[in-house]
């Protein structure tokens, strides 16, 4: 189990720095959409386009990949909506085998569902270099192409999670423990 653990610090590390690293392309965004704004009335104004659909679609895409790559660190820090009616008043333990089995019947195979099923789209989009429709628009491959990468990212910070439960359940693991990265 100490070696399970070890992998499980490893994901956790990796999510943690994914997830913080994630959180800047918030700001971008952001700047990005205010830029979008600002760009267009500023242009009424003066005659002349200060921004583009590439801006636009730059926008859209950034917050794709923050949906992308937040999502293992949002699970890493339990953060995704859940209906806990009953899952509130539940023993640590009790929570620990209601997480693992969902993350071993639920997550993992939708995780590896959605990749079956995405990857041929995503193999003809790279394949014929997908653009956007749109007059000066971005590719589109290879955003598609990051819905391998979060389900993967998911699967790990899954496989993470389900190595944590487990070690709750047998004891090796204090509730204080769970949480990996106290020192990043």
């Given at each position: 189990m100490e070696k399970l653990l070890k992998i499980s610090k490893i994901i956790d590390t990796c999510t943690e720095r994914?997830?913080?690293?994630?959180?800047?392309?918030?700001?971008?965004?952001?700047?990005?959409?205010?830029?979008?704004?600002?760009?267009?009335?500023?242009?009424?104004?003066?005659?002349?386009?200060?921004?583009s659909n590439a801006?636009?679609?730059?926008q859209w895409y950034i917050f794709d990949l923050v949906f992308f790559l937040g999502a293992g660190y949002a699970l890493k820090h339990n953060e995704h909506v859940r209906v806990?009616?009953?899952?509130?008043?539940?023993?640590?333990?009790?929570?620990?085998?209601?997480?693992?089995?969902?993350?071993?019947f639920f997550l993992i195979?939708?995780?590896?569902?959605?990749?079956?099923?995405?990857?041929?789209?995503?193999?003809?989009?790279?394949q014929i270099r997908e653009a956007s429709s749109d007059p000066g628009g971005l590719p589109r491959y290879p955003i598609k192409a990051m819905i391998i990468v979060a389900f993967i990212l998911l699967i790990f910070q899954g496989i993470s999670q389900a190595i944590k439960n487990l070690a709750i359940l047998q004891g090796r693991l204090e509730p204080q423990e769970e949480n990996h990265d106290a020192g990043l």
């Open positions: 994914i997830g913080r690293l994630t959180s800047w392309l918030v700001l971008i965004m952001v700047i990005l959409g205010v830029w979008n704004v600002v760009g267009r009335y500023l242009g009424r104004i003066s005659g002349n386009n200060f921004t801006y636009i679609e730059a806990d009616i009953f899952y509130s008043n539940w023993q640590r333990k009790q929570k620990a085998l209601a997480d693992l089995l969902g993350t071993v195979p939708f995780c590896i569902l959605v990749i079956i099923f995405s990857w041929d789209t995503i193999l003809a989009s790279w």
